[in-house]
Each structure stands twice: as structure tokens, then as C-alpha cells.
């Protein structure tokens, strides 16, 4: 049994003021939070306070770093190092999201050596793959995800225990737009990125990562989606940022899978 994993990801959003009072207001029953992991991706000026405030009124609202550099120290003027987020205790960090592909060109090697750095480091990574709605109109959803499962995960990973990873199928045309794929297309790419896996790492591997889907994920699909069998847990925006929603999310109902 997979343990379901419910991560927000603030993004470029957030001060401590407001993560004080998210903090407070959040709330999910205990016999939810025994069975889930629960995490949010706060900008790094936010991670000290979120861990110092968090652990003492909510401690199982865990938190995560939303990028990383590849090297332990260097010259590289605005990142910061896996050494870094560990000196503020960060449990997980995001690497691979859209948005930094998109914006900051980062390539499969990239988003592998930071997802290497990090386990290494101890952080678990939460590793982001998804097509362009471009990409999925011409009929490259799979070579797409294919390729970025094998370029950012599976390529130089042999000696690290990649069970602990956590993969977010993310479709670049669902993310931040109000459409979210359905339940089955999100279930369809899911399945295929752990088939995609379990050539890659092996069957025993594949079946223990939790894969997560996210792009416009809010209090009224959530329920479904959790209910898809590849379906272990959601990557959460826009919708994140909403103490009441995130909470309705994470205290998502189950159903039968
Ligand atoms: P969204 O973002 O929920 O606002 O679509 C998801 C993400 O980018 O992780």
C-alpha cells in the first residue's frame, strides 16, 4: 500500500504573516493525517519559519523546498544547495516543475542531478514530468512523459534508492488554467509513467513510488481523483493557497480503489 501524499505548492507566494495564520487556520482530523503525508512547497525565505512555527502548533503539516542546485557550493549566484535546505531540517524539495523548465530552460540532465543531489543529501525529491497541450494535440503525451521519466529519473540513478522518490504527472495545460485533466486521462498517464518505471527500475521499485497528479486540483475533484488506482496523491497550486481548500483536499474521501 502506497501511503497517499497531498502537497501543496505555494510558488512564488507567502510571507510569514500569512504563513502564520495558514498555519492556524489549517485543519484536518487526526484519523486523516495518521494515514497521509501532508506537505507544502513554500518559497526558501520561508522555510525556516514554516519549519520552526509548523512543527510546534501542526506538526504533521510538513513542508518542502521548491528547487535546488545540483552542486554542494560554487559560484551560482541566487540557488541554494541541498546542504542549505538540511540546515533548516526540509524534508522534501520540488525539482523538474514546469515552470522551471519553462522559464529557467532546465533540461532532463539538470532536473536528474538535482534529484541525485537531494537524495544523497537525505531530502526526498518531489521529480515533475507532464506534455504541453501542443505535445499531447500531436500525439507526444507519452514520448514526452516517456522521455523526461527517463531523463530526469531512471538515466544515472543506479545506486540510489529511488523507492523514495515521489513523481508529479503534471500536464503543462492543466496547470494554473481551471482545466483539469479527467480523472482518466489523469489515471491513464499515471499508469504509464509507473510502467515507464518499472522498465526502467524495476517492477518491486515502480509499485512503492508514490505518483502524484497536479493541475488545477481543488476541493471538488479531488475525491475522484484519489480514487484512480495509479493515483497515490496530488500537487496542489492556486488552490494551495487557500488554508479551508488545502484542508478540504488533504481531508479528501476515499473511496474504493
Ligand atoms: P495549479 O498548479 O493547481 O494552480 O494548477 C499546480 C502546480 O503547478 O503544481
Redesign the pocket.
Known sequence: MRRPFIAG?WKMHGDRKSAKQYIDEFSVPKTAVAKRDIVIGVPFTLLQYWGAYATRVKPYLQWAAEDVHWEPKGAFTGDVSVSMLKDFKTPYCIVG?S?RREYHKESNKQVNAKMNALLEGGIIPIVCVGETLKEREAGKKEAVVGSQVRGSIIASAKSLDLSKIVVAY?PVW????GKTATSAQAQEMCKFIRKELAAGLGKQIADGIRILY????KPDNIDELMAQADIDGV?????SLKAKDFSRIANYKEKKK
Open positions: 505548492n516543475h515552470e503534471e492543466a496547470i494554473g488554467t497536479g493541475g488545477s486540483v500537487l496542489v497550486g492556486g488552490a
